[in-house]
């Protein structure tokens, strides 16, 4: 999936590029220039970015990669033959999937990780549990979501997260302001962050499916008692000039004590202008609603027209029970300032998302990481990324890939079917996490 934040690909040149996919692996090779790297400590260089060096063992400080938020830009012009090669493998309507896809569009980072995103600002996800009123909740839960797309990297680099290995694990935590309140601090043993405490947000991903792609991912923060459980099946597909990812999934927001869902969906991705200067926009229809309360929102991802220049807007909507007539409105940019309208009295509220604060999402060391956790699967791959040694990032990517076939294949062979370790299916293709807080908190009551 494309990366959701950032407006423009301009593209850098690089050193002996390939192209690769999750389920392909035909080489394509462009030329570029090498880059060595530094033996010492790591420290910010004097244009802002960070070098990542080794450490005093001699290991690459491979946390530092990931902290490095420094993208290369890309010159289009510079990889015309790879671009005509990926147009050769498609048709307009076709499912990108099973595409190879240039290494220069690769994100150093996870798909899994990307959706951490969604919590960038903790404490308007908190704010909800909070408030004492089912409209004031209802326009929490609005405020949170609308202001959850612009998060991340303030790139101007629009790229491709890596495509999860299955059964692949991602976790984090925040750290959140006035996230304990008059509530103990006690560690979470049962939780999805087990070495978290009661006053941090904490998020886990896994990656449940891989025919079709489905991630699953849950936060929580236990003082709040409010948490988020979602999944998402990605399919994209080539439009002529454009490429379209659609998020086909839903989430759902859980405020335990009022007993109240507030159930969400996701807008599409779009990479337009592909063969000139591409850039990102989302587009589409979706809905928020709590139906124990009836309150509910329908969002407006308005695309660019053929003629002119608004971008990244938004239209939204916010219905009280059995009304037709919203009681408030909301226009503006997703990626910038949106207003607050309500209709019923004259008051305008302005939330410009770029001045909001971005809590940094807190991840354990890739040492103390399980295996199958993303940043340490990925490490040598981003590592070859992040100092342009492409034939390295390639050779490691394969060869998780190759270990996937070959461990989906010895099942096939046993007559095996793959059991998620995080998330239980329900139906065809939705997920939910096994020990939820609701439910853990439940247990706790029945035994006193």
């Excluded at 307009?92 to 969604?118: C, N, Q």
């Excluded at 908190?126 to 979501?145: G, H, N, S």
């Excluded at 019923?344 to 990481?369: A, F, G, T, W, Y």
Aim: with cysteine; net charge neutral; proline share 5%.
């Amino acid at each position: 999936m494309f990366r959701l934040l950032g407006n423009r690909l301009n593209f850098r040149r690089r050193s002996s590029l390939r192209s690769f996919d999750s389920d392909a692996a035909t080489p394509v090779p462009v030329t570029t220039k090498p880059t060595t790297l530094n033996n010492s400590a790591r420290q910010p260089s004097q244009t802002g970015r960070t070098e990542i060096r080794k450490l005093d063992e001699g290991e690459l400080d491979y946390d530092a990669l990931y902290e490095d938020h420094d993208e290369d830009d890309i010159e289009l012009e510079s990889h015309g033959s790879v671009i005509r090669h990926l147009l050769s493998q498609v048709k307009i309507g076709m499912d990108l999937t099973k595409v190879v896809l240039p290494t220069f569009i690769l994100e150093r980072r996870s798909l899994l990780e990307m959706y951490a995103d969604y919590f960038a600002h903790p404490d308007m996800f908190i704010k909800i549990a909070d408030l004492k009123e089912p409209r004031d909740r209802m326009i929490q839960v609005v405020k949170w979501y609308l202001s959850s797309y612009h998060a991340g990297r303030k790139s101007t680099v629009a790229k491709k997260p890596y495509n999860p290995i299955l059964g692949e694990i991602f976790r984090c935590h925040w750290d959140v302001p006035n996230g304990n309140g008059d509530s103990k601090d006690d560690a979470v043993d049962d939780g999805p962050v087990p070495w978290c405490r009661r006053s941090q947000l904490t998020f886990v991903a896994e990656q449940v499916s891989h025919h079709p792609p489905i991630s699953a991912f849950y936060a929580e923060h236990y003082n709040k008692r409010i948490s988020f459980n979602a999944h998402i099946y990605t399919k994209s597909k080539f439009l002529g000039l454009s490429v379209c990812v659609y998020n086909i999934g839903q989430g759902v927001v859980n405020v335990i004590d009022y007993d109240e869902e507030y159930i969400v969906t996701f807008p599409n991705g779009y990479g337009r202008s592909i063969l000139t200067v591409p850039w990102i926009e989302l587009g589409g229809t979706v809905t928020i609603n709590c139906p124990k309360t009836g309150y509910n929102c329908t969002v407006e991802f308005i695309t660019k027209p053929f003629y002119g220049n608004k971008k990244n807007k938004i239209s939204a909507e916010v219905f009280g029970p059995d009304e037709k007539k919203p009681f408030l409105t909301i226009s503006g940019e997703w990626n910038g300032v949106m207003e607050y309208k309500w209709t019923e009295r004259e008051m305008e509220e302005h939330i410009d998302v770029n001045n909001l604060s971005v809590i940094k999402k807190q991840v354990r060391p890739i040492r103390e990481q399980d295996e199958n956790e993303s940043r340490r699967l990925w490490k040598e791959v981003t590592a070859g990324l992040r100092f342009n040694e492409i034939d390295k990032a390639t050779n490691a990517k394969q060869a998780l890939e190759q270990k996937q076939r070959d461990e989906a294949k010895d099942r096939k062979d046993r007559g095996q079917e793959w059991n998620t370790r995080l998330f239980t299916k329900l139906g065809e293709d939705s997920y939910v996490y096994k020990k939820p807080l609701w439910q853990r908190l439940h247990s706790q009551t029945s035994n006193t």
